[in-house]
């Protein structure tokens, strides 16, 4: 075997699981702290990055239009938590779910109702090609955006845990995570907490927004990379940010690799679903994922 | 007024027991069955019998497979696409390898096959639970396709990956209007409902209930967890599999693996949750609003052009369209968490009063 | 001005006799007569009425499921997040009318619940979880360190374990964490749910000692809901006893102690020695018409 | 208070449906099923736009096809099989005389209404896409792959390769990898390319992508381990620039990357960026907004406020105008029929003739301002593909510049394998093929 072309799918395999964790950390944060699953990650995904992009080409200010855009999902966070999860509060896991279900389907139509369906560009000034020097010297390639983009999400990662650690909406954060009641009782206002909550899961949807949309193009396709973001959360844990983490480094490693190298032998393309049962084979050796929180269960 | 059990006594246990114990209902299902039977095929068009009626029965019997497994045994799933799929895959198979059978005994084997497959893939529940069971499950739905499109026996080696499903002949008949298809989907249909709501009312169903209810409670009575999850899972899939084997027979006529894709599987869970998680008569309405809300919105979307007088660019019609359907989907959660079976119960329950407010 | 919607002395209940000053000046904290209905169809408190005076320990006594929980949790408003509502009666804090207003707004005031079973965060830490509750209060770093080591003062032991997750502490170190947070508030009162639930009763008296001390050196008014009577009627001023949803009896602590028919019903004690079977049915009678 | 509202919304309802049916009688009807939102929104609206626009082109400049106006009424799928059957049994009995043709834009919904259409006697027309041995009209009679279909596209492909090659007996030994969408379109290809392969000795590896191929990294380093001479890139949607990008991060070169026309318009590149320069497509259609025809769009349709494209850039875009492409091939052949059958609304049938008889010469398509356009065709009985040249263009990082003239494809091969195929077909369903010798 070929030890440099391992080590290069291994790498780019790591790098391509940065990227899925970036989507699936706003799952995570969303789950932590209110318990809704929500699908419509991958739309708001979407909406952030076409936001951003045609707000670019309409000639905006790169950073005033991030700061536009930011706003736009504070906004929809906010009218999400007014509309959707309020008046659900209470209900079963499955029918909040389903209702970000409908809420994709709302944010998708709503993102091509105002900026059209049109594919875009995005160029963040990182050109998505090997690093010329490895190349050179060691003949391994390695993509200077794939290396960004691991940077932003450590970066992305090491700004949530300060927020989370430190801060004292951060903390409150946690709190509600933990125990509802017992937040409400030292007077956390849930609702705010949850708007909060929404308002940096699309944050965090922006950001990934823009690295896959500088990847792949700003187009509808991006609400699929939820899709892509599932198999890191089963097996990272739906609670943990470390767990989105780890999910998306072992998930990308190993697909690459699968595929890589025993795709030839069964026709490829089992990217599809190696990845899921991967995460079903982690599952029946922990159930919760690798560090979702373990639930208590007694009769 | 009307519906009002008063007077109706029961004097035989039998009485009692009897699937609907009040005559109004009987009465209702008695004339929507002949509604269903002999004034559809009679009155509708062949545009209501073959691009809404047939689908939409389809659907419902996938529904009411997942139904079972969710909203009787409590254990979510994403793939029951992919169940659909093996049973019309495997009915085609059936069908073409073994061309003496009866097209109904494939469907029924097929659906067996889709059980088998629903039963490995029901493994992982004893012992994952919840939202990680669902996601689990999206591993048979990418799995099934894939081999589906890889394995070439599955397609008769097409090149394409496409199967095209052969005439449905029953005794030397060949059902080949949208009428004759309409029927048979009918047929099949009715006899898998009432076969589920016997099953359901039976120490089976009981279990599955009880096992969703708490399963570990349910353990410690003494039912066997194993045995009931996977049969929860095997029957649920059998349903899918003849849904699945309908969808390619008597509706689509030729599919590709695509077609059972994982936008079909939330489709069905849709159904499932709008029309009332744990009810047979929600299977029918949540597939019912499902079919026809799309199809709804996007009919009245040009008379309302028509109206106004101004012609929309397209796309913003179809934006339009599919804001609505979230909205109309979150709108109806809110409403009534637990779907239209719900409403129509209450209705119901109003309706025992009625005219009179107490 | 009532007191309760039924004076107990009706059925033949010795009344003691309750300080003057309650029903003449308006309370601190005062319940006046409250339903409350769970899902819109649980009825759960027929017409509660209680007061607490400034700078009092009242204490709330009563079975399972008399309502003890449910009327802290309507006098702090946490009913709403469980389907419940206060549909007849006020309460008022210091004049106000405070049923309407948020769990937010309440611990602003003043009014800080310490939840049954402890509700600490599990995965923050002890010094963590009592920093959340100073989330009303925006103050400053020093501030809060200073209130922090008042805090710690008070439970020293908390101060050891402050850098451990809460959730792997023992229980007599969670209820002070719980206790510990709610004070981070600077409340005016404090309503304790079952402070004894599971713990030792070396360390149940070690927590009344320390609600004491809060009681007279911080002036913290206490609504406490106990089912440990004895212990409750030590610490506290004055007592309410609970039964199905109605006060049936209140009085001064000592009182309340010394009552033949508490010592039976909630202490277990009894003059008598070992009652006769036809004594407990009669007892049991004399319990359901009470209720 | 409900009830009277309800009673009202139906009113309103009802006299919708009469003001929708109180129409005049003069008019062909063009059902129009296709996708604006979703995946693939770019193409269907970029192409039932400049469909869309030339009718109503027709319609405004000439008052239709001989005085008999076009009509259309849109139906959205979302690309999705079960609901194009809804579409299409909803619009197959619209307008006086019933849909004329029908057009699906998706290769899965031309297999699921294959039957259907055949059974209605409803021509189906797939222009660059559906099922390829349709093409055999003695089998199909009811089904057109027009101008060109995927076998023909993939053998031109082959000949541009060889030719940049320096001949095709330079092939010898070359390696090639087929990078596919993992669905029926994607896989349509995979028989031909292997039976190329056999006879000019290249290799060909197949390596699929699954859907909706929006992460590539594992495909592009088999592609970097094969280290092929040429890679055919057969991919719809986001897959496209996905594969642009992926190749440039593995430094394979664009200009050995050749795509099939779902991967060539411009949506596939300009989300690619700079990774997309130098990419090569083939395509049926040219893109340009300079030639007549378009501009005839622009006068009659946009000059008076009206016009599909709400983003008028995109006017003169590849889709749009394969639109256009499609707009000119179904008005040419609702034309030739209306020589035979007078110039009244015609009926499916009638327009199926039409189409089995179209013979758009170049002389025509400059008639048309449509010369260098699209190609010159002519369907008959037994091919219903009627041209199969495909044009070659590569992106310079702004838009595609063609490279080459129509490139024939290799009809010998491609024929023989569809008559194979359509023959496998017909035994399987028992048809027995027309004899194209008696059709008139």
Not at chain 1, 211 to 240: C, D, H, Y
Not at chain 2, 293 to 317: D, K, R
Not at chain 3, 59 to 74: R, Y
Not at chain 4, 334 to 347: E, H
Request: hydrophobic share 50%; proline share 4%; net charge positive.
């Amino acid at each position: 075997m070929n030890w440099q072309f391992f080590v290069e799918v291994l790498v780019s395999g790591l790098l391509a699981g940065i990227m899925y964790s970036l989507v699936a950390l706003g799952f995570v944060l969303i789950y932590k702290a209110s318990g809704v699953f929500n699908f419509a990650q991958g739309a708001m995904v979407f909406f952030a990055a076409l936001t951003f992009v045609s707000l670019v080409e309409r000639g905006m200010n790169f950073w005033i239009a991030v700061v536009v855009t930011l706003a736009v999902m504070v906004v929809v966070g906010i009218a999400i938590e007014r509309l959707v999860l309020r008046p659900l509060v209470n209900q079963p896991q499955i029918t909040l779910f389903m209702a970000t279900i409908g809420l994709t389907f709302v944010l998708e139509g709503l993102a091509q109702l105002l900026w059209g369906s049109q594919p875009h560009g995005l160029e963040l000034g990182i050109p998505d090609v090997p690093i010329q020097w490895l190349a050179d010297n060691a003949n391994i390639n390695i993509s200077q955006f794939d290396v960004f983009a691991g940077l932003i999400a450590g970066a992305l990662v090491a700004g949530l845990a300060v927020f989370f650690q430190t801060t004292r909406i951060g903390r409150a954060l946690r709190a509600v995570a933990d125990d509802h009641q017992a937040a409400l009782a030292v007077g956390i206002p849930l609702r705010q907490i949850w708007a909060i909550v929404w308002a940096v899961a699309g944050f965090v949807a922006l950001v990934a927004g823009l690295m896959w949309g500088a990847r792949n193009g700003v187009q509808f396709a991006l609400t699929f990379i939820a899709l892509k973001a599932l198999p890191v959360l089963i097996l990272g844990g739906f609670e943990s940010v470390a767990g989105a983490i780890v999910g998306g480094l072992i998930i990308g490693a190993s697909e690459k690799l699968a595929e890589v190298y025993l795709g030839p032998y069964v026709g490829g393309g089992i990217e599809s679903w190696f990845p899921y049962v991967l995460a079903l084979a982690f599952l029946l050796i922990r159930p919760e994922g690798l560090f979702g929180e373990r639930r208590i269960e007694r009769v | 007024m009307l519906y009002r059990e008063a007077g109706q006594f029961k004097t035989t246990y039998a009485a009692d027991q009897q699937v609907f114990p009040i005559r109004q209902d009987r009465i209702a299902v008695a004339a929507l069955l002949v509604v269903a039977f002999v004034g559809v095929p009679l009155f509708a068009n062949q545009y209501w019998l073959s691009a809404i009626l047939t689908p939409f029965l389809i659907l419902a019997l996938a529904t009411l497979g997942l139904n079972i497994l969710t909203g009787y045994a409590g254990q979510l799933s994403l793939g029951t696409a992919a169940f659909m799929a093996v049973g019309a895959f495997m009915a085609y198979n059936f069908a073409l390898r073994l061309p003496w059978m009866p097209i109904l005994v494939s469907f029924m084997l097929a659906g067996l096959c889709a059980a088998a497959v629903g039963i490995v893939f029901g493994l992982p529940s004893l012992r994952i639970k919840g939202f990680y069971l669902a996601v689990a499950t999206l591993a048979c739905q990418f799995f099934v396709l894939w081999a589906l499109q890889r394995v070439g026996w599955f397609t008769n080696d097409s090149a394409s990956g496409v199967i095209t499903a052969q005439k449905m002949v029953i005794l030397g008949y060949t059902f080949e209007s949208p009428a004759d298809k309409y029927m048979l989907t009918l047929c099949v249909v009715a006899v898998l409902a009432v076969l589920a709501k016997n099953m359901l009312r039976s120490e089976t169903g009981r279990k599955f209930m009880a096992v969703r209810d708490m399963d570990i409670a349910a353990e410690v009575i003494g039912i066997r967890m194993m045995q009931t999850k996977l049969l929860a899972f095997g029957i649920s899939s059998f349903y899918c599999g003849v849904a699945g084997a309908l969808y390619a027979y008597a509706y689509l006529g030729t599919v590709e693996p695509e077609a059972f894709n994982l936008d079909l599987s939330f489709r069905i869970l849709f159904m499932v949750i709008i029309g009332g998680v744990g009810s047979i008569l929600g299977s029918f309405m949540g597939a019912a609003f499902i079919v026809l809300l799309p199809i709804f919105l996007n009919t009245v979307a040009g008379p309302i052009e028509h109206l106004l007088g101004i012609t929309l660019p397209s796309g913003l019609m179809s934006n339009l369209e599919l804001i609505v359907f979230g909205a109309l989907i979150i709108f109806f959660l809110i409403v009534e968490p637990h779907g239209l079976a719900r409403l129509w119960q209450i209705g119901k329950e109003k309706l025992r009063l009625w005219p009179f407010p107490h | 001005m009532f007191r309760r919607s039924r004076p107990a002395n009706a059925h033949g209940f010795p009344m003691p006799a309750a300080p003057a000053a309650k029903t003449d000046v308006a309370s601190y904290l005062s319940v006046n007569n409250i339903e409350v209905i769970y899902d819109h169809v649980i009825l759960v408190l027929k017409g509660v009425s209680l007061q607490v005076e400034e700078g009092s320990i009242v204490a709330l006594l009563g079975a399972n499921g008399a309502g003890k929980t449910t009327t802290l949790k309507a006098i702090s408003n946490l009913l709403r997040a469980e389907r419940g509502d206060v549909t007849k009666g006020t309460i008022e804090f210091m004049g106000q009318r405070v049923d309407q207003r948020t769990p937010n707004e309440l611990v602003r005031m003043g009014v800080c619940q310490v939840m049954e079973g402890r509700h600490c965060f599990q995965h923050l830490t002890v010094e963590e979880n009592l920093l959340t509750g100073a989330f009303t209060r925006s103050i400053s770093r020093a501030d809060l360190k200073a209130d922090l080591e008042l805090v710690y003062t008070y439970f020293p032991r908390l101060k050891e374990r402050r850098g451990s997750q809460s959730g792997y502490t023992s229980g007599g170190e969670q209820q002070m964490t719980a206790i510990g947070r709610a004070l981070m508030a600077r409340p005016k009162m404090i309503l304790l749910d079952e402070p004894s639930m599971g713990l030792a009763p070396q360390l149940v008296e070690e927590i009344f000692e320390i609600v004491r001390d809060l009681n007279t050196k911080e002036r913290v008014s206490f609504l406490l809901a106990e089912q440990n009577t004895m212990v409750a009627l030590r610490f506290a001023d004055y007592g309410y006893i609970l039964e199905n949803g109605r006060v049936v009896m209140d009085g001064a602590a000592q009182d309340l102690a010394q009552n033949e028919d508490v010592k039976e019903f909630y202490l277990g004690l009894s003059t008598a020695g070992r009652k006769s079977f036809r004594d407990v049915k009669h007892y049991r009678r004399r319990k359901r018409w009470l209720a | 208070m409900i009830s009277k509202h309800l009673k009202s919304a139906l009113l309103g309802v009802a006299m919708l449906g009469v003001a929708a049916t109180g129409q005049a009688q003069n008019e062909q009807f063009i059902p129009m099923a296709g996708y604006w939102v979703g995946p693939f929104a770019a193409g269907g609206s970029g192409i039932y736009g400049g469909f869309i626009d030339y009718l109503n082109m027709i319609n405004a400049r000439d008052g239709g096809v001989n005085g008999v106006k076009l009509t259309y009424e849109k139906c959205e799928h979302e690309y999705n099989n079960a609901r194009g059957v809804e579409c299409y049994e909803r619009l197959k009995k619209k307008g006086p005389t019933g849909a004329s043709v029908f057009h699906t834009l998706s290769t899965g919904i031309t297999y699921s209404i294959l039957d259907k259409a055949t059974a209605d006697k409803i021509p189906l027309i797939t222009i660059g896409y559906g099922r390829t041995d349709t093409s055999d009209g003695r089998v199909f009679p009811y089904v057109f792959p027009l101008v060109t279909n995927y076998w023909s596209q993939n053998t031109a492909k082959i000949k541009f390769i060889g030719s940049r090659e320096g001949g095709m007996d330079k092939l010898k030994g070359k390696k090639i990898v087929n990078i596919y969408h993992d669905s029926a379109y994607g896989k349509e290809t995979i028989p031909v390319l292997d039976a190329q392969a056999k006879t000019y000795g290249f290799t060909v590896t197949h390596i699929p992508v699954p859907t909706p191929g929006n992460e590539q990294g594992a495909q592009w380093l088999q592609v970097r381990q094969i280290k092929p001479d040429w890679v055919i890139l057969r991919g719809w949607g986001v897959m496209n620039p996905t594969a642009l990008k992926a190749a440039a991060k593995v430094g394979f070169p664009r200009d050995h990357i050749v795509g099939v026309w779902w991967s060539g318009a411009e949506e596939d590149t300009i989300p690619a960026g700079d990774a997309a320069k130098g990419y090569i497509a083939a395509g049926f259609n040219v893109a340009g907004a300079n030639f007549p025809v378009v501009q005839e769009i622009k006068k009659a349709v946009y000059a008076k406020g009206k016009g599909e494209m709400e983003d008028q850039a995109r006017i003169g875009s590849i889709y749009y105008n394969r639109g256009v492409v499609h707009g000119i091939i179904t008005v040419e052949a609702i034309r030739t029929a209306q020589a035979k059958y007078g110039n009244k609304p015609l009926t499916p049938e009638q327009v199926r003739w039409g189409i089995e008889n179209l013979n758009i010469t170049e002389a025509r398509l400059k008639d048309l301002g449509a010369a260098g356009f699209m190609q010159a065709l002519k369907v008959s009985c037994a091919d219903h593909e009627g041209g199969g040249a495909v044009k070659f263009q590569q992106w310079d990082g702004k838009q595609w510049k063609v490279i080459t003239d129509w490139i024939q494809p290799d009809k010998q091969l491609v024929r023989g394998m569809i008559e194979a195929s359509a023959a496998a077909y017909a035994k399987e369903k028992n048809i027995t093929p027309r004899d194209c010798s008696k059709e008139g």
